[in-house]
């Protein structure tokens, strides 16, 4: 079983962000920990890209992990990959009232990279005491200090 927590954020949205995840075994080895960063973005693309790099690392990993929980405190993230994306694709990538999908890009991206894996997304609440997304709260803070503190 491979549990994958992710979190991503900006400093202003719009501004520098920093995204993070941790793959973790069996529930309690962490295998992995990353975090990036980027200067301009914001932090719907952050979530999407902690995501999407994690299951890139994912497929580097070699053998097919079996099992997979996916764990975000972004409800953008959850509710986009499980329930809006199905609808967006049938509409050639038009909301309901008819604009374009923003962050189009990223989310065809991690269409195609979640078809790869059996996922169960998972909700969860972030800053209330969940080790993991605690972690990659402050894996995300250290990203957008790193662009921050160069400026």
């Not at 962490?30 to 995501?51: F, P, S, Y």
């Not at 169960?120 to 005491?129: C, L, P, R, S, T």
Request: proline content about 3%; hydrophobic content about 40%; charged content about 25%.
């Amino acid at each position: 079983m491979i549990h994958i927590y992710s979190d991503g954020g900006c400093s202003g949205n719009p501004g520098p962000g920093g995204w993070a995840y941790l793959i973790i075994k069996n529930g309690e080895e962490i295998l992995i920990e990353k975090w990036g960063a980027e200067e301009a973005t914001t932090n719907n693309r952050m979530e999407l890209m902690a995501v999407i790099e994690s299951l890139k690392e994912l497929k580097t990993m070699g053998d097919a992990p079996g099992k997979i929980s996916l764990f975000t405190d972004s409800q953008y993230v959850q509710k986009g990959i499980t329930e809006w994306i199905h609808k967006w694709k049938r509409n050639f990538w038009r909301t309901s009232d008819k604009k374009p999908v923003k962050n189009q890009d990223l989310w065809q991206h991690l269409d195609a990279l979640a078809a790869e894996f059996p996922i169960n997304w998972v909700w969860v609440k972030g800053h209330a005491g969940n080790v993991y997304n605690e972690r990659c709260d402050f894996l995300t803070q250290k990203a957008i200090s790193s662009i921050v503190i160069e400026k």
